[in-house]
């Protein structure tokens, strides 16, 4: 009896006497619970929220410029007076109140300075957004790269089974005088191989549920996995140029650095009003004695004798800026300066965009034909490896030639996995150069998540084996 190691094979083995424990079922976290605590939790979001309320706050300082001033005041003083003629001291304590109520009347330097501020607070509430929209992708790549190293540590583990079975097969013909020695060391060093794969794939496992743990600051001890049934489509609408034109339009850092050249247009325009004349109305009440206030005699002596005095005061205060020292020139130079700094920057961000999203479209269309030409791989590499096995049954193979099939049969299988990843991902990230990345993408996501997923028998589809069997059995042409 011939005895064929199909892929199903495989995996059985690796389920059955090497599968780690599965998590109960109701443990299971799904990708927009994950999300939800990523949102409530996340230390670099939280960061991102002080920022903004702080940067928010340049709007009410700079609109406080333009605002009424009130301020109060009080002096007390001790004054002692000698007069030669006629020979006389006078000691004299003097005190009073005040208040003064300015209000700006022409401030043009203000003025842009708060629409600099508001253009300031709109920027900063872009980056906000941008932060939010990147940890929609964040938690995405985070989940996906979990499950990603789940099917890498399954097929890899399903690869050791099948090496084991070969060398197992090789030592059982070695006895018999059905093969020599270098069957079974060819077998032993490929075994080797694998389980040192293995090895480092459980840590790659260990270390993708880290990361997460790290996003969310929660303990998670397994995930729901993708069904095989996700649709692979191509991105609607399939044209790069649209989707060009939405970033464009919609990209929340290129929209925030517009807001950033505008802030800077403003403080040009402030600078270049240092220039300008300021126009303030100022009313001035003061109450004391007349020490206090100033008042004196028809002979220019103070008063010799205290009371209180009232004195209010209404009028217009001009003032005009006729040289500081170049001061107000120099800083019109830097502003020139920085505008032209951050329009480039912006030019430079906006061709990068661009890129992006030619690249990330192209990327997707890619992905969907890589992953229906890689679920192909593994079935014509099945059938490889069951035709080869059979071949060195009756001797016109050797094992090299199954070692070498059984091989690749594992490597399109991990191909073929990080393929379907990388088309999720990828349709994440051009929706996020588009600037329409939005929590319901996840949950667009989460309707095709497989609750009882489970890595060890799940990390392929499920009609391969039939397919592999169909095209092993067909007619050579057919």
């Known amino acids: 009896m011939l005895r064929k190691l199909s892929l199903a094979l495989a995996v059985s ?17 799904d990708l927009v619970s994950v999300y939800q605590e990523a949102v409530n939790n996340n230390a670099d979001l939280a960061a991102a929220m002080a920022q903004y309320g702080a940067q928010k706050e340049v709007v009410p300082q700079a609109r406080a410029g333009l605002l009424p001033n009130l301020s109060g005041g009080a002096q007390v003083s001790s004054a002692r007076t000698s007069l030669d003629q006629p020979s006389t001291t006078a000691n004299r304590n003097a005190h009073s109140y005040q208040a003064t109520l300015a209000q700006p009347l022409f401030r043009a330097d203000r ?19 941008a932060t939010e929209q990147n940890l ?63 090895i480092v794939a459980q840590r790659q496992v260990d270390d993708a549920f880290e990361a997460l743990i790290t996003l969310t600051n929660r303990q998670y001890n397994s995930i729901q996995g993708i069904s095989h049934n996700l649709p692979i489509l191509p991105p609607a609408p399939n044209d790069a140029k649209a989707w060009v034109e939405t970033a464009a339009k919609q990209n929340l850092n290129l929209l925030a650095s517009n807001y950033a050249v505008s802030a800077a247009e403003q403080t040009l325009k402030q600078r270049k009003a240092g220039h300008a ?75 990068q965009i661009v ?38 049954q009756v001797g016109t193979r050797n094992i090299v030639d199954v070692l070498d099939a059984q091989r690749q049969l594992y490597t399109s ?46 990390f392929l589809p499920p009609d391969l084996a039939k397919a592999a ?8 042409g057919q």
């Open 13 to 29: 083995c690796a389920s059955n006497g090497m599968a780690w424990a599965e998590a109960p079922l109701s443990n299971k976290t």
């Open 111 to 129: 003025w842009f300075q708060f629409q600099a501020a508001k253009d300031v607070n709109e920027q900063a509430a872009l980056q906000l957004s």
């Open 136 to 198: 929609i992708l964040q938690t995405a790549n985070s989940y996906f790269n979990v499950l990603r190293s789940q099917d890498n540590l399954a097929s890899t583990k399903a690869e050791e089974a099948a090496f084991k079975r070969q060398l197992d097969q090789s030592n059982e013909r070695f006895d018999v005088g059905l093969s020599d020695k270098t069957d079974v060391l060819n077998s032993q060093a490929s075994y080797d191989t694998a389980r040192a794969n293995r």
């Open 277 to 351: 004349p300021t126009i303030d109305a100022v009313a001035k009440y003061e109450k004391g004695d007349n020490d206090a206030l100033g008042f004196s005699n028809p002979n220019g002596f103070p008063q010799p004798y205290g009371g209180n005095v009232e004195q209010t005061s209404v009028g217009l205060q001009l003032n005009i800026p006729i040289y500081s020292g170049g001061l107000i020139n120099s800083q019109v130079r830097q502003s020139y300066a920085q505008l032209d700094q951050i329009e480039q920057q912006r030019e430079s961000l906006r061709r």
């Open 355 to 392: 890129e992006n999203t030619r690249d990330l479209h192209r990327a997707v269309n890619t992905d969907v034909e890589q992953v229906q030409a890689r679920k192909q791989s593994i079935i014509s590499n099945q059938s490889a490896v069951e035709a080869t096995e059979i071949g060195y």
């Open 413 to 458: 299988v991990r191909n073929y996995n990080n393929t379907r990843y990388d088309y999720i991902l990828d349709n994440l990230r051009l929706k996020q150069q588009a600037g329409t990345l939005n929590p319901g993408d996840l949950q667009d996501l989460a309707r095709w998540l497989k609750p009882d997923y489970n890595p060890d028998k799940d």
């Open 469 to 476: 069997a169909d095209q092993l059995n067909a007619r050579p």
